[in-house]
């Protein structure tokens, strides 16, 4: 994929007042935006808000009880797997790699959309499977199993597979649990690098540091609403923070990053 081809699609996914819910509990109430190919958007939140149902329903996993999920017009959820896979990857919360894979195999099940029935790992594939596993070095980890992975590399791994199915679109549920300081930073520089090439990202991220230094626009989702949509400086305010968390905060600004402190913690 080039980024021309990105921009000249214009990729574009969105939610038209999509509303959802497990059964008789709902979840998101009339939930509209969009993502543009080159942005990182991130979503931020409390817990229990709606933020991972949101990516599933991006990725089409789940359908809408009301409302659309579009990729360029058409709904997501009627959208062929496999082809749906060369537009878009999810990395979901749970890992449901078994624990006997090798890891190299498991960043391979990213071009899985990729390949014929009857073919394995073409040149085009290794390059993207090396590729992801130096962008998140894990390359030393290629003959280990997956259930002899501490949290962090296995997390570095599943990365590595996102990437290695090269879509336009990567939607990120906290990408950066288990992962240390190091590893955090160079995680969101990735998923950066990625939107900077063109990629539309949607992280959804509970440092709001991390949001405020790494996403071009953030959504904050509160009981299954927007509550405000905007860039890091517009939507991460103290009087945000109070109405969504229920906690009084200290704002600090650091260049690009906002450090929000609860009022008292610096006493
Ligand atoms: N499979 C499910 N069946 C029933 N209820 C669910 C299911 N998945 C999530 N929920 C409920 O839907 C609501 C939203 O969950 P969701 O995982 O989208 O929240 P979230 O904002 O990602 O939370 P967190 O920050 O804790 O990860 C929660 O009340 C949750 O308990």
């Known amino acids: 994929m080039t980024t021309a081809r990105i921009q000249e699609q214009e990729t574009a996914l969105g939610l038209?007042?999509?509303?959802?819910?497990?059964?008789?509990?709902p979840v998101l109430d009339a939930v509209s935006f969009n993502v543009r190919a080159g942005e990182l958007l991130a979503i931020v939140g409390p817990n229990g808000c709606g933020k991972s149902t949101i990516l599933k329903l991006?990725?089409?996993?789940?359908?809408?009880?009301?409302?659309e999920v579009l990729l360029d017009d058409l709904p997501v959820a009627s959208i062929p797997?496999?082809?749906?896979?060369?537009?878009?990857?999810?990395?979901?919360?749970?890992?449901?790699?078994?624990e006997a894979m090798l890891v190299r195999d498991l960043v391979g099940l990213g071009r899985f959309s990729h390949e014929g029935w009857l073919r394995r790992d073409t040149p085009e594939d290794r390059r993207h499977i090396d590729g992801a596993m130096r962008r998140m070095d894990v390359e030393a980890l290629a003959d280990r199993r997956v259930g002899e992975l501490s949290g962090g590399q296995l997390?570095?791994?599943?990365?590595?597979?996102t990437l290695a199915q090269d879509a336009d679109i990567l939607l990120l549920d906290e990408p950066t649990n288990h992962l240390d300081l190091k590893h955090q930073y160079?995680?969101?520089?990735?998923a950066r690098t990625q939107a900077l090439a063109g990629?539309?990202?949607?992280?959804?991220?509970?440092?709001?540091?991390h949001a405020s230094l790494h996403a071009d626009r953030i959504i904050l989702m509160s009981e299954g609403r927007i509550a405000a949509e905007g860039s890091p400086a517009d939507v991460l305010t103290v009087e945000m923070m109070e109405a969504v968390y229920g906690i009084r905060t200290?704002?600090?600004?650091?260049?690009?990053?906002?450090?929000?402190?609860p009022e008292g913690a610096l006493r």
């Open 16 to 25: 038209r007042q999509v509303s959802f819910g497990y059964g008789a509990h």
């Open 186 to 190: 160079a995680l969101l520089e990735v």
């Open 58 to 67: 991006m990725a089409g996993l789940i359908r809408p009880s009301a409302g």
């Open 199 to 209: 990629r539309a990202v949607v992280a959804v991220l509970h440092d709001l540091t």
């Open 250 to 261: 200290v704002a600090m600004p650091f260049g690009r990053a906002i450090v929000h402190l």
């Open 155 to 161: 997390q570095r791994c599943r990365m590595a597979m």
């Open 81 to 98: 797997r496999r082809k749906l896979a060369r537009r878009l990857t999810l990395l979901a919360q749970s890992n449901e790699a078994p």
